[in-house]
């Protein structure tokens, strides 16, 4: 499976930014899905995940209210709109698949990432 991320770029704080991840190679709408992020000099950290069926979403605190995440199954894409961003957004947004349907198992594959830069 190859997941590519796209959407990236240079933001000002308060901006909207969609991201998208394409994925191909194999199913994609069997599999839960999520968006991680790496900000500088720190480790990857989860952001959001969404259910293969879209039923179930999760989002970490800091993005709840903001960001949302969601997917097309029938264009194999994965999305993260972000709302509202703020500095602290700042970093690389990688795109990942978990092994399974439900976002509470291992995640099978990663993306190149895309980066996301806020500015003031």
């Known amino acids: 499976v190859q997941l590519v991320e796209s959407g990236g770029g240079l933001v000002q704080v308060g901006d909207s930014l969609r991201l998208s991840c394409a994925a191909s190679g194999g199913r994609f709408d069997v599999y839960a899905m999520a968006w991680f992020r790496q900000a500088p000099g720190k480790e990857r950290k989860f952001v959001a995940a969404v259910s293969w069926n879209s039923a179930e979403t999760n989002y970490t605190d800091s993005v709840k209210g903001r960001f949302t995440i969601s997917r097309d199954n029938a264009k194999n894409t994965l999305y993260l709109q972000m709302s509202s961003v703020k500095l602290e957004d700042t970093g690389i947004y990688y795109c990942?698949?978990?092994?399974?349907?439900?976002?509470?198992?291992?995640?099978?594959?990663w993306g190149q990432g895309t980066q996301v830069t806020v500015s003031s």
């Open positions: 990942a698949q978990y092994h399974i349907g439900a976002f509470h198992g291992s995640i099978s594959y």
